[in-house]
């Protein structure tokens, strides 16, 4: 069997205190939400750079993979460095909207992470 070719690796946001906030956020949620979630982010890695409907530009260097859950819908926010795409804030959606809580947090992430970067 061919090894599959990822476009990105992913990784996950790492808080200055060493917490892991998007794995911490997918432990708590029903397997089958994370089987889907997890297809979701295999595909944006498999076929990067990708638009609507999984991906959607939200910021400069932010964006975010949707995923339809069975009964909700999901959002992580991530950035690209290179070949990683580091998964930075994930949630559930209540709202049409994203709301700005969520959006400010995925911002705080990245700002923090770029910072961390150089």
Not at 46 to 56: H, Q
Not at 89 to 99: D, E, L
């Amino acid at each position: 069997m061919a090894d599959i070719e990822f476009i990105l690796k992913v990784s996950f946001y790492r808080s200055e205190v060493g917490n892991e906030p998007v794995r911490e956020w997918l432990k708590d949620l029903h397997r089958d939400d994370k089987r889907q979630i997890g297809e979701d982010i295999k595909t944006a890695q498999l076929g990067w750079p990708l638009g609507m409907p999984l991906i959607k530009k939200i910021d400069r260097d932010l964006w975010e993979v949707r995923t339809k859950l069975t009964d909700s819908i999901a959002r992580v926010f991530f950035t690209v460095d290179g070949e990683h795409m580091i998964l930075l804030h994930g949630f559930i959606k209540k709202s049409q909207k994203t709301p700005q809580k969520e959006l400010k947090t995925a911002l705080s992430r990245l700002a923090t992470y770029k910072r961390g970067s150089k």
